[in-house]
């Protein structure tokens, strides 16, 4: 039939998580497609640094090595930080995490997305039994008992046993399908941009709790940094709007001048800060990944780790199914995925969450709550190595790509 291809799996959404995914299913029997809008790549030059980065931990680093993605990460650009130091802006709460002190050589890396990206869409040349399919927008989805279809930009229709919504936090496939989110807009903005120090940043992620809300420093480069400054919406545009010099000096004050004087700054972009988590994963023939399942505050930098666990997951899966010959769309084989994501998930959108709250807030008991709770978990040595762990993606019921196996036994 005119303009019908079928797959088995088609991804709608070709950012980090998606991306993912159709490299963690290349070279399986799966005949796949990726769909992206986009129409170019990302451009990537190293004399510059891009604004959007990612922590990435060392779980989601163990999916980029066994997916061979991670030598074309590195090859460009990425940053180990081994320590990390959080304080409170009231008080005098601080704590110090110390890769030393779990034997490990760093927490994880500064990435600039752009670099993610790339890096993944060179691997996917790789893969027969992948398709890119850009830039096709998505314009109608039906779902019956046997199939999917899409219909793309250009008339191309195309019929799949199961599509994957990884098209972002408005996901477009998660509404036309009346998937309900639980959740809130923060009324606080992530101001980006990336920084020169006068003083070394150590290899250390920095945060600073006030308020109005967090202000990470994380390392790109000795002494440049990437900055994510999240507030009011109105401050956020406000310091948007000042010149290089007034923001410097801004910046300076409002980190405490702890890395000596910021000198230079690069440009910068504001993005609105909202948490929501899904009321379900999976519907027959659809299944929910990244950012269109669930979004969070980026103060524990958890967001696309949390989307590329999803990933390892739900590519466990789908190959299970495969070599045990049961259709990948049914509800019944996307039933593990949701269950195994969604307690998962829920825990780390939860903690967050509670962070977020517990340092918005200025009641004085609070106050003293995440001062005093700063000051003895800093003390906790055993307690304080299971959350680091935590935030690594090192603890929790982990999916093979993610303890650095490959997905066939
Ligand atoms: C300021 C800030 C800092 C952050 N820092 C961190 C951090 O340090 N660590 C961390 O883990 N997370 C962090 N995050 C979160 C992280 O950026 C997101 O979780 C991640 O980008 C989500 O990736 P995704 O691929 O799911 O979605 P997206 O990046 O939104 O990608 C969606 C893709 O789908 C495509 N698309 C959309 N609609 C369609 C359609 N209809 N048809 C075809 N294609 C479509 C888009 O073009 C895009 O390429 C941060 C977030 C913010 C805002």
Known sequence: MKNRIDYDVVIVG????????ACALGDTPLRVALVEARSEL????CSEYALRVSAITRASQNIFEVLGIWPAIVKRRAYAFRDMHVWDATGAGEIHFDSADLGEAHLGHIIENDVIVLALYERLKDFQNVDLLNPHQTEQVYFDAENASLRLSGDKIIKTALIIAADGSNSWLRQQSNIIVRGWDYDQSALVTYVHTEKSNQ???????????????LPLAENISSIVWSTHPEQAASLAGLDDNEFCAELTAAFESRLGNVLSTGPRAVYPL?????ERYIQPRLALIGDAAHTMHPLAGQGVNLGLADVASLAE???????AGRDPGLEHTLRRYERWRKSENRLMLASV???KRLYGSD???LRWLRNGGMGLLNQLGPVKQQVIRYAMGQAG??????????LYR
């Open 14 to 21: 070709g950012g980090m998580v998606g991306a993912t995914l």
């Open 203 to 217: 290899a250390t992620a920095w945060q600073r709790f006030m308020q109005q809300g967090p202000l990470a420093f």
């Open 397 to 406: 019921d982990l999916p093979r790509l993610a303890r650095g196996e490959s």
């Open 274 to 278: 909202r948490f929501f988590d899904a």
């Open 363 to 365: 009641l004085t008991a």
């Open 353 to 355: 969450d509670s962070f």
């Open 42 to 45: 990302p451009s990537w030059s």
């Open 317 to 323: 899966v789908l190959v299970a199914a495969q070599q």
